[in-house]
């Protein structure tokens, strides 16, 4: 009964956040690269900025279309799977989910028009459109983030004799914790976005394959990867920062500390068991530093929290480290893509990248997708056993109806055909424009393709 409840549950949920999250970074992600292409193209008066960005609109259009219907879902899964946490919280997170509908129809009703509006507008008028479609994609992911984030660090309301009184909607919406999560999580998309678009580019040059303008949309890729990566770092630290303070049990569960102790060495890899994390390389102090910037700051560790108040240390502190060594290869590829770019500079309308670089660039776009789950991984795992961080438990906001097994089994089977489905999709689609609009005024260059 356990398992076919609480935990069919929290793997139907998980399974279906995954598969949210898998597709709706780059639904964020890619209008910032529409916007920066038509923006381009216009100032270098380059039609080839604009058929790169003609070649990504039908790719938005699908995954908004795949992260809508998925959203949806979750939505339901909500009330449907949790239903004691919806009445307990649904009245003080109530606003952000409405205001994310907001957010969510007008990006709708802009995309349309930049859809509908290809050799219909002017350029300007054009490129003005990517703005709110932007914008309005980044203020929807904040806007859940923040909910997500009142459920780490709850504010905003009192508890009166077991009833929730004095609601603050505002105070609960920007909670302690909505700042840290909503940039880390919003760069984590422009992340994932430039990497994976730069794989894709890297892998048709590499293979040969024929693409509109395939060095210029690996160049503009790797443009935003190389901004997002280190604010993407600076912004984890600063995250981190806030959990030590915030949540101090999902820091010693994410850093796999034990012991209570002032001056805390930060450990990179190893594994947490036997009330140790053994194999890890220990830098001494590090991480009193790195959570407190004191080198002798105390660290809580887990040996002092009550076993029932702790998360799964060794997901926690393994989904942390994967984060983090992801995205210091990212930082690298980076750099050894600009860098090899600048030493060849001269050559840059012919330069392609090595094979090493070549493959390290394919796989930049796997390790920024495990970046980002792992990233996740840790946000809701170091919460638990709380749904509501010190208010409410997991298992006291679960359904109480059983049989969820059975939809878990159908929802994955559903989940692989969409899948399926999108990437024959997306690998089928022509890989630019048959007939690309020239600018007013353009240079009249030709696509490169991948000459």
């Known amino acids: 009964m356990e398992f076919d409840t609480l935990l069919s549950a929290r793997a139907l949920m998980g399974l279906s956040l995954v598969f949210h999250t898998f597709f709706t970074p780059l639904g964020i992600g890619l209008p910032l690269l529409l916007f920066v292409a038509e923006g381009m193209a216009l100032w270098k008066k380059d039609e080839r900025y604009r058929q790169l960005a003609r070649a990504w609109t039908p790719v938005v259009g699908l995954l908004f279309a795949v992260g809508a219907v998925s959203g949806t879902v979750l939505s339901f899964e909500l009330g449907l799977l949790w239903p004691r946490f919806m009445e307990y919280a649904g009245g003080i997170i109530g606003m952000p989910f409405s205001l994310e509908g907001f957010a969510f129809f007008t990006e709708a009703i802009f995309l349309a028009i930049y859809i509908y509006g290809w050799n219909r507008m002017s350029a300007f008028a054009h490129w003005l459109v990517t703005i709110p479609i932007a914008i309005s994609s980044a203020i929807s992911a904040v806007f859940v983030i923040s909910a997500n984030a009142w459920m780490n660090t709850p504010e905003g309301f009192r508890v009166v004799d077991g009833q929730v009184v004095d609601v603050d909607p505002w105070d609960a919406m920007f909670n302690a914790a909505w700042l840290h999560e909503a940039i880390h999580g919003t760069l984590a998309s422009y992340v994932v976005t430039g990497f994976s678009v730069a794989a894709v580019y890297a892998w048709l040059l590499w293979r040969k394959k024929p693409a509109v303008n395939a060095k210029l949309g690996l160049q503009l890729a790797m443009a935003v990867a190389a901004v997002s990566i280190p604010l993407q770092i600076i912004a984890g630290d600063f995250a981190a920062k806030r959990v030590a303070e915030l949540q101090p049990v999902k820091f010693a569960a994410m850093e796999g500390q034990y012991e209570t102790q002032r001056g805390a060495p930060l450990r990179i890899g190893g594994l ?67 860098g090899a770019w600048w030493r060849r500079r001269q050559e840059a309308g012919s330069w392609l990248p090595g094979r090493a670089l070549s493959l390290a660039l394919v796989a930049s776009g796997f390790l920024s997708f495990a970046a980002l789950q792992a990233g996740w991984f840790v946000t809701e795992f170091g919460r638990q056993p709380w749904v509501v961080y010190g208010y409410l438990r997991t298992s006291e906001g679960v359904t109480e109806r059983d049989g969820i097994l059975v939809f878990f089994i159908l929802f994955t089977l559903l989940y692989i055909v969409i899948s399926i489905a999108l990437i024959v999709a997306l690998l089928k689609w022509p890989h630019g424009p048959r007939q690309p609009a020239r600018l007013p005024g353009a240079a009249g260059k030709e696509a490169e393709g991948v000459a």
């Not at 002798?296 to 997901?315: I, K, S, T």
């Open 272 to 338: 947490p068991m036997d009330g140790e994390t053994k194999y890890a390389i220990e830098i001494p102090k590090m991480l009193s530093w790195l959570g407190y910037g004191d080198l002798n700051a105390e660290v809580l560790g887990l040996n002092d929290v009550p076993p029932e108040d702790r998360p799964n240390e060794l997901l926690v502190h393994l989904s942390f480290q994967v984060m983090v060594g992801a995205g210091f290869a990212l930082l690298f590829i980076a750099a050894w893509y600009w």
